[in-house]
């Protein structure tokens, strides 16, 4: 009887080692067949600058695509900035991102967008003291129409661009008037750093995370026009999803305070750092980028300014900034919102001023 447990026992050991043979052969292939995405090319212009340089190791990292996407990086800046281009280029090698598989620093347009597939414009012409508004303009027409006409040219054909530098709805409008082969639905602007920001003014005031507040919306310029809208936002707190105005239960501070505070924050913390918002705006571009990509989460929403197609009553024509939801790389205006008479006021003063910035770019064109 002993002889038969001994080899039953020699039997059932030998299935075991077998099984775990097996699974290791199966985990080995596997492992074969594991094959590296391709490599996404992104282009940073403005690359030198405070904003490019806190944005490019974001995208190095893989906090704009993914943890297990690769990336090229075209970065683009003016002449005078090419040794400090070399110098962030120097510092992307030293810091050995393992996504990072190639980084071109570069002076030349076409060079910069050959192969792009994402484009992240955050290079323009700031205002200085004692220019007028049609010169800051003026400037970035002509700005923005060269490197348009360089991703026309040089970009994939299925490039995603971003425009970031100020005014981003029109220079955003302007690329798309010179880039007519990109498809509209692939040229945004940035308006998820306002998104934020009031996500943030929320959370502060009823001592929530961030990450308890949902469905914001920012409607229209990247400008102190622009309108934050809680009608629609709920919260996660310590007894249940509220929505924010009954959270919050101050309609004075909603419709007032907590509106103007939105619309004034890059001039506040400019009077605060005496510079301009540049880790707060790179983290959003990647925020908009990622949404975009990868989708944003089920009953969630996010704002991105877009070619306006005349929801809401907006007229078409325009970059405004709606709240969106993003799948399969594609984004789409969330319709059917309710629209109080406060918000459709807001909503509609904002376009003026779109409209208004559209008219004088155009002006510029005609004298250029």
Known sequence: MEQEYIILLQKILVVLFSVTLFWKIIKHICGLLVIEKEPVTVLVTGAAGQIGYALLPMIARGVMLGPDQPVIIHMLDIEPAAEALNGVKMELIDAAFPLLKDVVATTDVVEACQGVNIAVMVGGFPRKEGMERKDVMSKNVSIYKAQASALEQHAAPDCKVLVVANPANTNALILKEFAPSIPEKNITCLTRLDHNRALGQISEKLNVHVSDVWNVIIWGNHS????????????????????????????????????????????????????SSALSAASAACDHIRDWVLGTPKGTWVSMGVYSDGSYGIQPGIMYSFPVTCEKGQWSIVNGLKIDELSREKMDATAKELMDEKTLAYSCLIDD
């Open 224 to 275: 102190s026009t622009q309108y934050p809208d809680i009608n629609h936002a709920t919260v996660k707190t310590t007894n249940g999803e509220k929505s924010v105005r009954d959270a919050i239960a101050n309609d004075n501070w909603l419709n007032t305070e907590f509106i103007t505070t939105v619309q004034q924050r890059g001039a506040t913390i400019i009077k605060a750092r005496k510079l």
